[in-house]
């Protein structure tokens, strides 16, 4: 098998020291009795998952949280057999879906009847499938209202094959400056949470905290929290209390393959919608938006090259792009181009990029498709 690496100047460059440590700073921050659920969803926001699961477990983390079965299976046949939560809804009539989560051991977000009912069916009689009850307090999205929880709970309870495992809820804007409306969604959980006591029913796993709550809402940890974004030292707004120190645990690179000089009056790209102004030394990247490298950046953003800007000419094209780098003494064939990342003494992260796009840091790093390798890092070795 090739390794895909010496095919590719583009590469995605994960720095797993970087999570580790900010997994230990999470730990430091909500204290011994809180537990650390790693959300790594997504293929890890587009860090991979495998070695940023690994990598978070080792620095601490206790479980993971994933969004769909087949998510699960990948980390499974990896080799892990750690506690791992499926925070998406199970389609129930799906076979292949119900016996991943059966044959896995994983835990199942559950806020229906028909998701229950199935898995139980499956269950073997000796190993009963773990649920976690999502509760709608306010995201809207999916859960069970606070008022039907206890009602659920006993229908739950009449299930064969399911167990209880956890209780938890989502926030939908505690990563910004005003949080009366977390405040009241942690008023609410907690209230039911004593309800919940009170009536002799005992929920292992209690959770609230996403990257934010973890953040900015010290009452919201319970007994486990679910840091998604800031695994990986992006913060989720620029609103969020930054009580936590971050650093990006990922570099996006690519290096110039080719360099010409051109005349005034030169349209570059599909479209023409640049040409020259001056002559001209426009260098072609092999990165595009195929690679993730999203096209709007067209004539907005830059890249760093011998540390400094060069801005994108054209149209970024499905492969390649263009920069110029005219007034960057001694450019070669071969230099490095960041497009995410510090180089030298500036910086182009994933914020300013979101900026330029209308978006959120999380998009721009989902978004890097498979098709850029990523390559792991710890400390100054490749992991």
Same mark, same amino acid.
């Given at each position: 098998?090739?390794?895909?690496?010496?095919?590719?100047?583009?590469?995605?460059?994960?720095?797993?020291?970087?999570?580790?440590g900010?997994?230990?700073?999470?730990?430091a921050a909500?204290?011994?009795?809180?537990?650390?659920?790693? #959300?790594?969803?997504?293929?890890?926001?587009?860090?991979?998952?495998?070695?940023?699961?690994?990598?978070?477990?080792?620095?601490?983390?206790?479980?993971?949280?994933?969004?769909?079965?087949?998510? #699960?299976?990948?980390?499974?046949?990896?080799g892990?057999?750690?506690?791992? %939560?499926?925070?998406g %809804?199970?389609p129930?009539?799906?076979?292949?879906? #119900?016996?991943?989560?059966?044959?896995?051991?994983?835990?199942? =977000?559950?806020?229906?009847?028909?998701?229950?009912?199935?898995?139980?069916?499956?269950?073997p009689?000796?190993r009963?499938?773990?649920?976690?009850?999502?509760?709608?307090?306010?995201?809207?999205?999916?859960g069970?209202?606070?008022?039907?929880? %206890?009602?659920?709970?006993?229908?739950?309870?009449?299930?064969?094959?399911?167990?209880?495992?956890?209780?938890?809820?989502?926030?939908?804007s505690?990563?910004?400056?005003?949080?009366?409306f977390?405040?009241?969604?942690i008023? #609410?959980? =907690?209230?039911l949470?004593? +309800?919940?006591e009170?009536?002799?029913?005992?929920?292992?796993?209690?959770?609230m905290?996403?990257s934010?709550?973890? %953040?900015?809402?010290?009452?919201?940890?319970?007994?486990?929290?679910?840091?998604?974004?800031?695994?990986?030292?992006?913060?989720? /707004?620029?609103?969020?209390?930054?009580s936590?120190?971050? +650093?990006p645990?990922?570099?996006l690179?690519?290096?110039?393959?080719?360099?010409?000089?051109?005349?005034?009056? +030169?349209?570059?790209s599909?479209?023409? +919608?640049?040409? =020259? /102004?001056?002559?001209?030394?426009i260098?072609?990247?092999?990165v595009?938006?195929?690679?993730g490298?999203n096209?709007?950046?067209?004539n907005?953003?830059?890249v760093?090259?011998?540390?400094?800007?060069?801005?994108?000419?054209?149209?970024?094209?499905?492969?390649?792009?263009?920069?110029?780098?005219?007034?960057?003494?001694?450019?070669a064939t071969g230099?490095e181009?960041?497009?995410?990342?510090?180089?030298?003494?500036?910086?182009?992260?994933?914020d300013?990029?979101?900026?330029?796009?209308?978006t959120?840091?999380?998009?721009? =790093?989902?978004?890097?498709?498979?098709?850029?390798?990523?390559?792991?890092?710890?400390?100054?070795?490749?992991?």
């Amino acid at each position: 098998m090739f390794d895909e690496r010496v095919f590719r100047d583009t590469r995605a460059l994960i720095h797993l020291d970087a999570i580790k440590g900010v997994v230990r700073n999470i730990a430091a921050a909500v204290g011994d009795d809180v537990s650390v659920m790693a #959300v790594v969803k997504a293929d890890a926001y587009g860090h991979g998952a495998v070695k940023v699961a690994r990598a978070a477990l080792a620095a601490g983390a206790s479980s993971l949280a994933v969004a769909y079965p087949q998510e #699960v299976l990948e980390l499974r046949d990896a080799g892990s057999d750690e506690h791992i %939560l499926v925070m998406g %809804l199970l389609p129930f009539d799906n076979p292949d879906a #119900v016996d991943i989560i059966v044959k896995t051991g994983a835990a199942q =977000t559950v806020a229906d009847v028909d998701a229950p009912r199935a898995l139980g069916a499956s269950a073997p009689a000796d190993r009963p499938v773990p649920v976690h009850i999502k509760v709608d307090t306010g995201m809207g999205r999916i859960g069970i209202p606070p008022g039907d929880v %206890l009602s659920y709970i006993e229908f739950l309870r009449t299930v064969p094959g399911i167990a209880i495992e956890g209780i938890f809820t989502h926030f939908p804007s505690a990563d910004e400056a005003d949080l009366s409306f977390t405040g009241g969604q942690i008023t #609410v959980f =907690t209230d039911l949470l004593q +309800t919940i006591e009170g009536s002799g029913i005992h929920i292992p796993l209690r959770h609230m905290a996403n990257s934010a709550g973890v %953040l900015a809402c010290g009452d919201s940890y319970v007994n486990m929290v679910r840091p998604g974004i800031i695994l990986y030292g992006l913060y989720p /707004s620029h609103e969020v209390e930054r009580s936590i120190p971050l +650093t990006p645990a990922l570099r996006l690179v690519s290096a110039i393959r080719y360099l010409k000089r051109v005349p005034v009056g +030169t349209p570059i790209s599909y479209g023409r +919608t640049f040409v =020259t /102004s001056r002559p001209s030394v426009i260098a072609t990247l092999p990165v595009g938006y195929a690679d993730g490298y999203n096209r709007l950046l067209s004539n907005r953003g830059s890249v760093l090259v011998r540390g400094k800007r060069a801005p994108i000419v054209g149209r970024v094209c499905m492969d390649m792009t263009m920069i110029d780098v005219t007034d960057i003494e001694g450019v070669a064939t071969g230099d490095e181009a960041v497009l995410i990342g510090k180089q030298g003494d500036d910086e182009i992260s994933a914020d300013e990029m979101a900026g330029l796009l209308g978006t959120i840091n999380y998009e721009v =790093t989902c978004a890097i498709s498979k098709r850029v390798p990523r390559v792991y890092l710890d400390g100054e070795k490749e992991a």
